[in-house]
Nanobody, 121 residues
Framework: QVQFVESGGGLVQPGGSLRLSCAVS????????MAWYRQAPGMQRDLVARISRGGTTTNYSDSDSVKGRFTISRDNAKNTVFLQMDSLKPEDTGVYYC????????????WGQGIQVTVSS
């Protein structure tokens, strides 16, 4: 069973930064494209950013213009994926999850506990 250890969230003012981390165990991590997902209050869980197996290709959601503000990266030696979030906006608020990129297959279940990110003054 795949397990996730997610960390790095919290309360931040608009314009601030956070760095999320997600360590994955129980999978051949380097063989999977990975992604970060966000679930805003009352909304479905949406993909925010994805990264290829080797980390050379990244893509970002067009919604909320995260491109240019968020940076996804990974360390395959540590089975960890990161999300650097800069210039945060209140609409970035939500619970963030990491998982494999569902473009290429079903997500690992159960999902992790998620990381609460709250952007508020």
């Amino acid at each position: 069973q795949v397990q996730f250890v997610e960390s790095g969230g919290g309360l931040v003012q608009p314009g601030g930064s956070l760095r999320l981390s997600c360590a994955v165990s129980g999978s051949r991590f380097s063989q999977y494209s990975m992604a970060w997902y966000r679930q805003a209050p009352g909304m479905q869980r949406d993909l925010v950013a994805r990264i290829s197996r080797g980390g050379t290709t990244t893509n970002y959601s067009d919604s909320d213009s995260v491109k240019g503000r968020f940076t996804i990266s990974r360390d395959n030696a540590k089975n960890t994926v990161f999300l650097q979030m800069d210039s945060l906006k209140p609409e970035d608020t939500g619970v963030y999850y990491c998982n494999r990129d569902i473009t290429y297959g079903s997500p690992w279940t159960p999902w992790g506990q998620g990381i609460q990110v709250t952007v508020s003054s």
